[in-house]
Nanobody
Framework: QVQLVESGGGLVQAGGSLRLSCRAS????????MGWYRQAAGKQRELVAQ???????NYGESVKGRFTISRDNAKNTVYLQMNSLKPEDTAVYYC??????WGQGTQVTVSS
């Protein structure tokens, strides 16, 4: 059974940084496509960043150049480094493994 546990969310001022973590159990982050998604209030869930088993990355247009996805195979953990945060980045951020497994989400709030 796959479990994903996110952490690292919180309240930050615009221009600040946060790093989200997603610790996986029951499956390997290095052998699966991993993703970070977000859902703002009243909006649909959207892809933020994706990391394949081969190390290829893909980012949503609105976060390119500001966010970086990475993984630590030894810790079986995926990270999302978020820099230059904007109020419009405010959302619940979800970790995803192989498109079908989701974490519980972590709230990120960026104040102006």
């Amino acid at each position: 059974q796959v479990q994903l546990v996110e952490s690292g969310g919180g309240l930050v001022q615009a221009g600040g940084s946060l790093r989200l973590s997603c610790r996986a159990s029951g499956s390997s982050v290095s052998m699966n496509v991993m993703g970070w998604y977000r859902q703002a209030a009243g909006k649909q869930r959207e892809l933020v960043a994706q990391l394949t088993s081969l190390g290829a990355t893909n980012y949503g247009e609105s976060v390119k150049g500001r966010f970086t996805i990475s993984r630590d195979n030894a810790k079986n953990t995926v990270y999302l480094q978020m820099n230059s945060l904007k109020p419009e980045d405010t959302a619940v951020y979800y970790c995803n493994l192989r498109y079908t497994n989701w974490g519980q989400g972590t709230q990120v709030t960026v104040s102006s």
